[in-house]
């Protein structure tokens, strides 16, 4: 379904330099009265930002889509992120489309013939669906991710899913990314500790040989690809 293109409302304004904590706290005041939701793919930094929202023990829908293609590691990190965090909404909103009707109407193994359609279809056909009736989309996207995210702004409206994007993570760096989890204890994909910077569906994400868990790369995505992004935020 088209979505009708709407004026984009006034964006804040606010304080880049602000720390994470601090932005974290002013979205859960300013947008008290607002469909805020927060998506994750359950990398580390998603891992870090649903801390940082938990510790302050408010009612938050965190949506993920299950493309049907997730790490059993993937699924494992889900059930005790719920359980640690009983008072955040776990919603899936993935996509109906099983894998054999998509084989079926595509051929099998669209991810290899053409990934681009399988990432439309998996993920953001069911994030516009998603963020439908959403004010405020929370997102842990980091400027230090690659090229694509450089320039991103902690608040910015989003064309796209027509709804406000927020980034309070925008600033920061890996390391401080793993700083968070160590030090809080927070539950993330084992998976990172054996050369997997990035997560995503298993068919197409490879370790990367050389890299910590401190490391980040979008080297291990869509192998034997050109593609480095799904397509959700560009």
């Excluded at 993937?74 to 955040?88: F, G, M, Q, S, W």
């Excluded at 927020?166 to 054996?194: C, I, T």
Aim: net charge negative.
């Amino acid at each position: 379904m088209q979505l009708p293109i709407l004026a984009a409302p006034i964006v804040p304004q606010i304080d880049e330099n602000a720390s994470t904590e601090s932005l974290v706290e002013w979205t859960l005041e300013q947008f008290s009265d607002q469909r805020m939701v927060m998506t994750t793919g359950f990398g580390m930094e998603g891992c870090a930002l649903i801390d940082l929202y938990a510790a302050h023990e408010e009612p938050l829908d965190v949506i993920y889509l299950d493309t049907g293609f997730f790490f059993p590691e993937t699924y494992h990190l889900i059930d005790k992120l719920k359980a640690r965090y009983p008072h955040l909404n776990f919603i899936n909103r993935g996509t109906q489309l099983t894998p054999g009707q998509q084989a079926a109407r595509h051929g099998d193994q669209l991810w290899k013939t053409n990934p681009d359609l399988c990432c439309q279809l998996r993920k953001v056909d069911p994030m516009r669906e998603a963020l439908n009736d959403v004010d405020v989309w929370i997102t842990a996207l980091r400027r230090s991710q690659g090229p694509s995210r450089a320039n991103l702004s902690v608040a910015e409206w989003n064309d796209k899913y027509h709804v406000l994007k927020f980034s309070p993570m925008a600033k920061w760096s890996r390391q401080e990314v793993r700083n968070h989890v160590k030090a809080h204890g927070v539950p993330y994909n084992e998976l990172h500790d054996r050369g997997y910077p990035s997560i995503g569906c298993s068919h197409c994400t490879q370790a990367v040989t050389g890299l910590s868990v401190e490391d980040y790369s979008r080297e291990g995505r869509w192998a034997g690809s050109e593609m480095t992004e799904c397509g959700l935020h560009t």
